[in-house]
């Protein structure tokens, strides 16, 4: 993969792809993301998670009727935690309030009150999310996340390396290999194929770069 390729497949800026070349090439081939059924299927990913490679930690900045995607926030409290009419962003102390309780005593995060829900967000370019995926993510790239979560918001290399280890390391090169785009969104977003329409279209550019089209 060239970096026009690769501008082209994450439809980059050239400010963006100069950024963004070395520290995903270096990545995917780490973690043996090295055929062109596996890195278009990747860079389709990473570029919806990411906003098109500009978003590194995750936002709560949600309207009221959007907070219906977190079962945990209670229906009660989505008015007042949401973004109100008068304001163009949720200030951060609401942000964190969402995230606490949308997040909390799951995988590894202690209870709402813990603040893990927010302390472990999801940021990189996949999203990382979770004590427990911190923590293994860390202990594979050599790095304290559970001390230093926002490595991977900090730091580009960082940033992909994560990326790239979850895709391994959940079996997407092996849903790429069976052509099974959907499944890798399975694996990446759960079961509820959050917004798949809008990752296939990232998908199908990114195979025209590649010549798969």
């Not at 163009?88 to 209870?111: H, W």
């Not at 959940?170 to 785009?181: I, L, Q, T």
């Not at 694996?187 to 010549?211: H, L, S, V």
């Amino acid at each position: 993969m060239d970096r026009d390729t690769f501008q082209r497949a994450a439809a980059l800026s050239d400010t963006l792809a100069a950024r963004w070349f070395a520290p995903v090439s270096v990545a995917m081939s780490e973690f043996s993301i090295n055929t062109a059924a596996r890195q278009t299927a990747f860079i389709a990913q990473i570029r919806h998670e990411s906003g098109g490679l500009t978003q590194l930690v995750e936002s709560f900045n949600y309207a009221p009727a959007a907070l219906t995607i977190f079962s945990r926030v209670p229906a009660s409290m989505r008015a007042t935690l949401g973004r109100h009419p008068d304001e163009k962003t949720v200030p951060p102390e609401r942000q964190k309030e969402i995230a606490s309780l949308a997040y909390g005593g799951r995988y590894g995060n202690g209870d709402a009150a813990s603040g893990d829900g927010w302390r472990f967000r999801g940021r990189g370019l996949k999203q990382i999310t979770f004590r427990d995926n911190y923590l293994a993510c860390g202990r594979a790239l050599g790095v304290d996340l559970i001390a230093n979560p926002d490595l991977l918001a900090t730091d580009d290399t960082l940033a992909a390396r994560s990326a790239a280890w979850f895709w391994s390391a959940h079996g997407c090169n092996e849903a790429a290999d069976k052509g099974d785009f959907a499944q890798t969104t399975r694996i990446i977003n759960g079961p509820a194929m959050d917004q798949q329409a809008k990752r296939e279209a990232c998908y199908a550019a990114a195979k025209t770069a590649f010549g798969l089209a």
